[in-house]
């Protein structure tokens, strides 16, 4: 069965960065757009960045110009580089595929456990 999993997460202060990486098995991955979404406590789940099989990119507002999201597909590997954090990114961060892509939650059929991000102010 597909495998997404995730890491980097961690505990990081306002301002700082970090790096996730997600790495799956079992996809045939360069047919797959990817996408990063998160959770914040109390929230619903929400988009943040998604990839295009063909590279291009789309970002949520709140994190434009902060996050950047790439691939790799001789490593089956996506990340997302996340700039100047913020308290407010504090979320589980999950990566997730779907052949399409796109910004509703909902359409991605495969995803990863999360790792957590926390942004300490």
């Known amino acids: 069965q597909v495998q997404l999993v995730e890491s980097g997460g961690g505990l990081v202060q306002a301002g700082g960065s970090l790096r996730l990486s997600c790495a799956a098995s079992?996809?045939?991955?360069?047919?797959?757009?990817m996408g990063w979404l998160r959770q914040a406590p109390g929230k619903e789940r929400e988009f943040v960045a998604v990839?295009?099989?063909?590279?291009?990119?789309y970002y949520a507002d709140s994190v434009k110009g902060r996050f950047t999201i790439s691939r790799d597909n001789t490593k089956n590997t996506v990340y997302l580089q996340m700039n100047s954090l913020k308290p407010e990114d504090t979320a589980v961060y999950y990566c997730?595929?779907?052949?399409?892509?796109?910004?509703?939650?909902?359409?991605?059929?495969?995803w990863g456990q999360g790792t957590q991000v926390t942004v300490s102010s």
């Open positions: 990839i295009a099989r063909n590279g291009n990119t």
């Open positions: 079992r996809l045939t991955f360069s047919t797959y757009a």
């Open positions: 997730a595929a779907d052949p399409r892509g796109g910004v509703t939650t909902t359409q991605y059929n495969y």
